[in-house]
């Protein structure tokens, strides 16, 4: 059985930092591409970052780039998002994902966590 549990969220300052972690386990972790999501409410569900099975294989959203980094341990079965300059409307529900494409659609991700809630004051 497949789970991914996130930890990490919770409630920062404009311009704080956070870092998402992610354990995955139940399947051949280094064989799959992570990635992270997120919804705010009221909205649609955002990709937000992917790390190709290949450790240094990523990409990272737009509207990300340059403040989050998606990083992946196959070792520990892990992968993180660090989030710097972190603004308010940063603030949702961040999901990790495991897919067996390395894609930023949300329809190609078979497995998904729980969620964490991140929270960024103005």
């Known amino acids: 059985q497949v789970q991914l549990v996130e930890s990490g969220g919770g409630l920062v300052q404009a311009g704080g930092s956070l870092r998402l972690s992610c354990a995955a386990s139940?399947?051949?972790?280094?064989?799959?591409?992570m990635g992270w999501f997120r919804q705010a409410p009221g909205k649609g569900r955002e990709f937000v970052a992917v790390a190709s099975w290949s450790v240094g294989v990523t990409y990272v959203g737009d509207s990300m780039k340059g403040r989050f980094t998606i990083s992946r341990d196959n070792a520990k079965n892990m992968v993180y998002l660090q989030m710097n300059s972190l603004k308010p409307e940063d603030t949702a529900v961040y999901y990790c994902?495991?897919?067996?494409?390395?894609?930023?659609?949300?329809?190609?991700?078979?497995?998904w966590g729980q969620g964490t809630q991140v929270t960024v004051s103005s």
């Open positions: 994902a495991s897919s067996p494409r390395y894609t930023t659609s949300s329809l190609e991700y078979d497995y």
């Open positions: 139940g399947r051949t972790f280094s064989n799959y591409a």
